[in-house]
């Protein structure tokens, strides 16, 4: 099975437990929404490939439904700087794993780590430092990989090289949920740490302000109201 498969399963799981709630609801994605794409991904990757041009071949679950997600959150973005920053990462991202795979050997025996997870992870990695925020982290990680494909299928179309590119296949699947997955956990678990600590230090100052100051001077002005009613 592959792992693509096995990591949907696993967040449709998380959103039946509404334990990925909080992340959806950032993403702009409710339960209902999240659990019919991910179907769709899942139906829509046993659809035969649908070949758009004679050295490229799409597959619905794998890049179509991931496209359209994409530009979902796309569209629920909170302002026109985070639009920026998807678009900026899907770019660098898409670039970066291009170049990646002109170094890394095809064969996965002769490297430590697959080519395809290391894809997955570099996008992953700079779809977050570039996105910074959940959703263009997300948008950033699953179209880079996208973008990737197109690089080298317009490489393929300049240089006259043979072989169909297969956009959406099992392989090309698993990267786009890996990088995306990796991209939103990563803004999830260091910018909630982040803003854990600041909201804290904030909090705490605030506390010492509103507890120290203001009722040292209600105390003082209560004795003086006292002692004036004595005299």
């Not at 170094?103 to 996105?131: F, H, K, N, Q, R």
């Not at 179309?157 to 169909?164: A, E, F, H, K, R």
Request: aromatic fraction near 8%.
């Amino acid at each position: 099975m592959p792992l693509s498969y096995i990591i949907l399963m696993i967040i449709a799981v998380l959103i039946l437990f509404g334990i990925a709630h909080r992340v959806l609801d950032r993403l702009g994605l409710t339960d209902t929404v999240a659990l019919v794409f991910i179907i769709a991904i899942l139906a829509g990757s046993f659809i035969p490939d649908i070949r758009v041009h004679p050295l490229l071949s799409i597959n619905i679950g794998g890049a179509v439904i991931p496209f359209i997600l994409s530009g979902y959150v796309f569209f629920h973005a909170d302002s026109s700087a985070e639009r920026i920053r998807s678009i900026l990462g899907a770019i660098i991202s898409g670039i970066a794993v291009f170049a990646l795979g002109i170094y890394l050997p095809d064969e996965p025996a002769s490297v430590i780590v697959e080519p395809l997870y290391a894809y997955a992870v570099a996008c992953g990695l700079i779809s977050y430092m570039i996105g910074r925020s959940r959703k263009a982290a997300f948008i950033s990680g699953a179209m880079g990989i996208i973008i990737s494909d197109i690089i080298q299928w317009v490489v393929n179309i300049i240089n006259n090289i043979p072989g169909t590119i297969r956009m959406g296949g099992a392989g090309f699947m698993d990267a786009v949920i890996i990088s995306s997955v990796i991209a939103v956990l990563l803004v999830e678990v260091i910018g909630e740490t982040r803003e854990k600590l600041q909201g804290g230090t904030s909090q705490n100052k605030s506390q010492e302000t509103s507890f120290s100051g203001p009722a040292r001077v209600n105390v003082r002005g209560g004795n003086r109201n006292v002692n004036k009613g004595k005299r």
